[in-house]
């Protein structure tokens, strides 16, 4: 299969790779539907390099697809399903994990950036790491998952209230995902910049 990959400082090359095959019981195969390039993948690529990335790796972290292939244990879906991809990956056994937040896990990883992601046909993912979502959104549109995951959670940290006022600085895709997340929490004055 064709893969968009981090071949070295500043270049993104165009590789032929294996399909991959799942590592453990409770990985999921996906058929990768969209992916998108994140303001990430630009600061990856950039030379100085702005953002760490492991060299060899299928870049693309914001991505979604349909579930062609699931291990034995796993539950949570199922053949044909339509998924979004949680880049994030965690232990689960650490102590950050064990106590609730595997936000602080000590062995954390990220696909697309230090592991393979989702710039290529197929990708092996956790199957904690999924999500199924509705056949009915485009998959252009379940692409951006990931990236109102952040609006949203950023939202909820600055506790946005209705009649508050917002400048969101940077007009690129994030920049109007947030903008849009901010304008649906009831903010009367939005300035983009």
């Known amino acids: 299969m064709l893969a968009g990959v981090f071949e070295k400082t500043g270049s993104v090359a165009l ?3 294996e399909m991959p095959t799942l590592k453990s019981d409770l990985d999921v ?4 539907l969209a992916a998108s390039i994140c303001g990430t993948d630009v600061h990856i690529l950039s030379d100085p390099p702005g953002h760490p990335a492991t060299t060899g790796i299928i870049q693309g972290h914001e991505y979604m697809g349909e579930v062609v292939e699931i291990g034995k244990n796993v539950k949570s879906v199922n053949i044909g399903d339509r998924v979004i991809v949680d880049p994030t990956t965690t ?4 102590y950050f994990c064990e106590i609730g937040k595997p936000n602080m896990c ?3 990883s990220a696909l697309g950036i230090f592991l393979d992601g989702g710039w290529t046909s197929y990708s092996v993912v956790p199957s904690k790491n999924v999500f199924k979502i509705s056949k009915e959104v485009a998959p252009e549109i379940a692409v951006l998952a990931e990236p109102l995951s952040c609006v949203i959670h950023g939202s909820e940290r600055v506790n946005v209230q209705p009649g508050d ?3 969101i600085v940077g007009g690129g895709s994030n920049g109007a995902v947030v903008y849009t997340g901010i304008k649906s929490c009831g903010c009367s004055k939005n300035h983009l910049c």
Do not use: A
Request: glycine share 6%; charged share 30%.
């Open 165 to 167: 006022s917002v400048v």
């Open 106 to 108: 000590e062995h954390s």
């Open 91 to 94: 232990c689960g056994s650490c």
């Open 15 to 17: 590789q032929e790779k």
């Open 29 to 32: 195969k996906i058929k990768v």
